[in-house]
Every structure is written in structure tokens, then in C-alpha cells.
């Protein structure tokens, strides 16, 4: 059964970078899962952030994408966000997830416990 | 973009039989899948490609896919039920979430 564990700072300064880092256990990054962050604000619904492939191949919602960077580090079997120049509206508690299924149909079978990540001064 | 709506929330009698819907233009031609998540907690799968249940749910948990409508049923609904529940589907190469329904067991 892969786990999953994100890890980064929870606290970022407006207009900085927030970084996360959700290392995956149970299981190889090299796998058919594609990975994915998924964030939620403080007391709403989820938001889908993007999805990213052992490969490099990634996909991005729209609304993020011109801030938005993921990446893979398979000697380290963990995944990356990057997600630049954030707001107050960045606050969110960030989810990494594995994507199973055909691409395009995927379904989110595993999931970390998630870290929130606050934007203030 | 696409868009999938859902109530805010449902209402349901301990023991009953509670629908929880998802609509979107013809959702029926979609993979719906449907999260369960409690406060505090990361959302957990409990039914993918409109009707199947992973591993460890419940056989209670079931759905449908049809039109505009897809649906979550939970049957003999305990209390333990009582969560957000969310739908998603794919958008192209976008994830749609709908907005959640909280499910209330009375």
C-alpha cells in the first residue's frame, strides 16, 4: 500500500515561493500512478492543482498555471510543487496524491494527510 | 471550463437511505468519482468510475451515472457517514471537484 507524506514550510511571506516535497512510500515513483497536489482553503472544497508524471509530463489547472511548477525526483522516490509569487489566497491546506487509472479518467486512491501552509508577513 | 454542482447538504435519518447528487452538462459521458472526508481528515475514494467501491467500503456505498445526474447512494446510513463528500471528473486535461455536499445524519 504506498503512503504518502508532504513536508515543507508552513509559513511563507506574501509574494515568496511556497515549496512542498511529498515523499512516497510502499511503492516506486515509477510507477503508472501520476502524482498530484491538491489544496484546500480554509473551510471550502478542494482545488486540483496539477498532476505530474514520472516522467516530467505534467498537466496544470489553468487558474495556477503560469505559477505553478511540478517535478519528480526518482533517486529520492518523492514529488515536488513549486508554486511562486503566492497571496493570502494561497492559504490552503495542500494535499499530495497518486492518480490511478487511464490518464485523462484517473481517480485519487491514495492521499498524504496534507500540511497547511499559511501566507502572511 | 466544465462545472459540477452539488448541494450544499443533505439530510438523512440514521438508518435511511441518503442521495447525494452530482450534475453537470452530460456527466452520463464522464468517469465520476466520489471522496468521502471527515473534519480534519484527507479525503479517502469510495466510489470511482461512477459505481465501483475500492477495497474496505462499504458495500452500503453506491453509484449511478446518467444525463446530467450522477449519484452517491449510501444506504442504512449510520452515523459514521457523516462527512463532505465530493465529486470529480475530468475536463479534458483538467480535474474538476464539485463543491461538496456536507451529509447530515439525523
Known amino acids: 500500500q504506498v503512503q504518502l507524506q508532504e513536508s515543507g514550510p508552513g509559513l511563507v511571506k506574501p509574494s515568496g515561493t511556497l515549496s512542498l516535497t511529498c515523499a512516497v512510500s510502499?511503492?516506486?515513483?515509477?510507477?503508472?500512478?501520476?502524482w498530484v497536489w491538491v489544496r484546500q482553503a480554509p473551510g471550502k472544497g478542494l482545488e486540483w492543482i496539477g498532476e505530474?508524471?514520472?516522467?516530467?509530463?505534467?498537466n496544470y489547472n489553468p487558474s495556477l498555471k503560469s505559477r505553478v511548477t511540478m517535478s519528480v525526483d526518482e533517486s529520492q522516490n518523492h514529488f515536488s510543487l513549486e508554486l511562486i509569487s503566492v497571496t493570502a489566497a494561497d492559504t490552503a491546506i495542500y494535499y499530495c496524491?497518486?492518480?490511478?487509472?487511464?490518464?485523462?479518467?484517473?481517480?485519487?486512491?491514495?492521499w498524504g494527510q496534507g500540511t497547511l501552509v499559511t501566507v502572511s508577513s | 471550463s466544465y462545472e459540477v454542482t452539488q448541494p450544499l447538504s443533505v439530510s438523512v435519518t440514521l438508518g435511511q437511505t441518503a442521495r447525494l447528487t452530482c450534475a453537470g452538462d452530460n456527466i452520463g459521458s464522464k468517469n465520476v468519482h466520489w471522496y468521502q472526508q471527515k473534519p480534519g481528515q484527507a479525503p479517502v475514494l469510495v466510489i470511482y468510475?461512477?459505481?465501483n467501491r475500492p477495497s474496505g467500503i462499504p458495500e452500503r456505498f453506491s453509484g449511478s451515472n446518467s444525463g446530467k445526474t450522477a449519484t452517491l447512494t449510501i444506504s442504512r446510513a449510520q452515523a459514521g457517514d457523516e462527512s463532505d463528500y465530493y465529486c470529480?471528473?475530468?475536463?479534458?486535461?483538467?480535474?474538476?471537484f464539485g463543491g461538496g455536499t456536507k451529509l447530515t445524519v439525523l
Open positions: 468510475n461512477d459505481m
Open positions: 470529480q471528473v475530468w475536463d479534458g486535461t483538467t480535474v474538476v
Open positions: 510502499g511503492g516506486s515513483i515509477i510507477s503508472d500512478h501520476w
Open positions: 505530474v508524471y514520472h516522467s516530467g509530463n505534467s
Open positions: 496524491a497518486g492518480a490511478n487509472g487511464p490518464s485523462l479518467s484517473a481517480y485519487f486512491d491514495c
